[in-house]
């Protein structure tokens, strides 16, 4: 296959799923490579700077990581069967929902992975046999390792604790529940067809909620619409799915309950790291939803994320912006989208994501070991 994509991932992976689900539904031809910590610490290092996946390689040689610029710089060059709507409403609500399942249900699904000893021992043995496949340890201390590492990085390390344990994975429960209203009245979120925020929450929702036991559990017994969803949209193709987007101008009922966690929870913890990032700390404090969070850590990246929603809007004409404006206002999130203007990350100065340029050599082991899904260059 001359003309195919190469897929750096892993099958137990948030967001290789979220984009290999997306490579699918486009037609976009690929070949996918289990990623081991050989080709973590060789090629991927060395071309990419950082030790995580998905990472694609195109059939030029260029390098590519980050999903969600993958997904636009991907649409421009496959443009049949957008998943953004052309209707600027829509399309920005679809940008805010995608950034929101991205990184607001990544502490839950890490909770659910790590914290619970069924799925703890299940997936430190899954990720133990492939992904550490090739380290020379008995596999019962290289589970031990994966088991450890995870709970204190992705779950301690993130703030989950006796006292916010009950609202971490209420973001879980609620999240399913709103999801469950809208997927029970239509295939996709935004209508007959996937847009970009199906793609967003598929990323927890298939490699972690539907897949480890306890989190499955609830997702069999509580929402079995969006247990078909998870199944639906795997299956999905661009030229055979025959839906449409609702109408300009219009969101389902459902959306509204999405924008108000936005606005309640996840804008307001964007804000206080970005103002965070701009002072300095490495850990803040944040309270959301009547949970006060302690010694959060503060992530470079999502000060991006932050700048590149308020980039789009800023982007819409005139009109547009007002009704988006009109809507964001009405469900409490354009005021902490905005408060304290931008605060400029410089994550990508001298990068276009999601092309990745060749880090100096000079300290790259270091910055790669510490890297994190989340927090990929800091």
């Known amino acids: 296959m001359a003309d195919a994509y190469t897929l750096y991932g892993m099958d137990v992976s948030y967001f290789t799923g979220k984009l290999e689900a997306y490579l699918r539904y486009k037609r976009v ?3 996918r490579v289990e990623t081991t910590q050989r080709l973590l610490l060789g090629p991927l290092r060395r071309h990419t ?3 995580k996946v998905p990472v694609v390689v195109t059939p030029e040689g260029r390098w590519l990581q980050d999903s969600t610029p993958m997904i636009d710089w991907f649409e421009a060059r496959f443009p049949a069967g957008a998943v953004l709507p052309d209707d600027a409403l829509q399309a920005t609500c679809c940008r805010l ?20 000893r069924r799925d703890a021992r299940l997936l430190g043995d899954r990720i133990a046999a492939e992904v550490l496949s090739d380290v020379p340890l008995p596999h019962r201390l290289r589970a031990a390792f994966i088991r450890r590492r995870q709970y204190r990085h992705y779950v301690r390390g993130d703030g989950v604790t006796a006292a916010t344990r009950a609202h971490v994975e209420s973001v879980y429960t609620a999240t399913l529940a709103r999801l469950e209203t809208i997927l029970t009245a239509q295939p996709f979120l935004l209508g007959g ?5 199906d793609f967003g929450f598929f990323a927890s929702m298939f490699r972690h909620f539907s897949l480890d ?3 499955a559990r609830i997702m069999r017994d509580h929402a079995p619409a969006v247990y078909a969803w998870v199944a639906r949209l795997w299956a999905a193709r661009h030229d055979t799915v025959a839906g449409a ?3 300009a101008g219009t969101l389902p009922d ?16 964007l804000h206080a790291n970005a103002v965070a990032w701009r002072d300095g700390r490495r850990t803040f404090d944040c309270a959301v939803q009547g949970a006060a969070y302690r010694s959060l850590p503060v992530v470079r990246y999502r000060v991006w994320c932050r700048e590149r929603l308020q980039q789009h809007v800023d982007a819409l004409p005139e009109a547009a912006r007002e009704t988006v404006q009109a ?3 009405a469900h409490g999130c354009w005021e902490p989208l905005w408060r304290d203007g931008t605060i400029a990350s410089h994550l990508h100065d001298d990068t276009a994501p999601p092309e990745c340029r060749p880090p100096a050599r000079r300290g790259l082991l270091r910055r790669a070991l510490r890297a994190t899904p989340w927090n990929p260059l800091a």
């Open 97 to 116: 929902l995608e950034d929101y399942a991205d990184e607001w249900l990544w502490r839950p699904a890490l909770h659910y992975r790590w914290s619970y």
């Open 327 to 329: 809507l964001l206002e």
């Open 245 to 247: 987007f609702a109408p």
């Open 49 to 51: 700077g950082v030790m």
């Open 193 to 197: 067809r996937p847009c970009l925020a």
């Open 213 to 215: 036991p306890t989190p």
């Open 254 to 269: 459902g959306w509204g309950a999405l924008l108000d966690d936005l606005g309640a929870a996840y804008l307001p913890y």
């Open 29 to 31: 031809p690929y070949v």
